[in-house]
């Protein structure tokens, strides 16, 4: 699963998510970097979004020069700190990983009543190891900000790589009860269904993804088959 740990807003996140979807990034990048080369009350935004747009492309380098940028112009900017934080992790070293948690911890203590922040500190405990303390910033996300999907998809991996597939699945609920159209949850909260021995629920939520994830559903039905022992079925899946 990927990990996310700089969060977007939806006002951010919606317009790079379509540049990725188009395969834009020039264009995304042309469009905000007029933006900040406008200056005024407004660049920071803009340069926000070209290292959030460097980010998901996975190209911390660069990412890593705007925020310095904003951070020079902006020393207190809570948000080019938080992806500062983001860069420092994804370098998966632990030293880079202590400090990115003690940046996240920062920001907490400054503004507790923000979800994002603790979202991100949990994701930063969660990759450092410490999965109890990362458990306990994610709950706080949720009692902040009741309907934020993100920490619950957060605990569920949590949960699946502990093995533990029936908090997974409970978890997957919870997101599917706040917005019914996710089908990569839905598709996952199947795999964890299997995993839980829940054999003809999985079954039946597979069925219904049949059309939208072809491929990856006749290779689910058939590891499915396998743990039924149903064999020739399975094979006959290939």
């Known amino acids: 699963a990927t990990t996310e740990i700089y969060t977007l807003s939806l006002h951010d996140a919606l317009p790079i998510y379509f540049y990725s979807q188009m395969h834009r ?66 370098t998966g ?13 920062a920001l907490v203590k400054k503004s507790p009543e923000n979800p994002v922040w603790r979202l991100n500190l949990g ?45 997974a699945v409970g978890y997957e609920d919870e997101m599917l009860s706040l917005n019914s159209d996710l089908p990569t949850v839905r598709m996952q909260r199947a795999v964890d269904l299997t995993n839980a021995g829940r054999y003809s629920e999985a079954r039946a939520d597979l069925t219904a993804l049949k059309e939208m994830y072809p491929r990856v559903v006749q290779l689910q039905l058939a590891f499915l088959d396998i743990k039924q022992l149903n064999f020739a079925q399975a094979e006959g899946r290939f």
């Open 93 to 105: 070293k632990r030293e880079k990983m202590a400090q990115a948690v003690s940046e996240f911890q």
């Open 123 to 167: 994701l930063a405990l969660a990759a450092k190891g410490d999965a109890v303390a990362a458990r306990g910033e994610l709950h706080e996300a949720i009692k902040i900000k009741f309907d934020y999907l993100r920490p619950r998809l957060a605990l569920a991996q949590l949960s699946e790589a502990e093995g533990d597939y029936q908090a």
């Open 25 to 90: 990034w020039d264009a995304a990048e042309k469009e905000y970097q007029l933006g900040a080369n406008a200056g005024g009350k407004n660049q920071v935004l803009y340069l926000r979004k070209i290292a959030d747009l460097w980010l998901a492309q996975g190209k911390g380098e660069q990412a890593s020069k705007v925020v310095d940028k904003i951070l020079k112009d902006n020393p207190n900017d809570d948000s080019a700190k938080a992806v500062q934080a983001s860069l420092l992790l994804s």
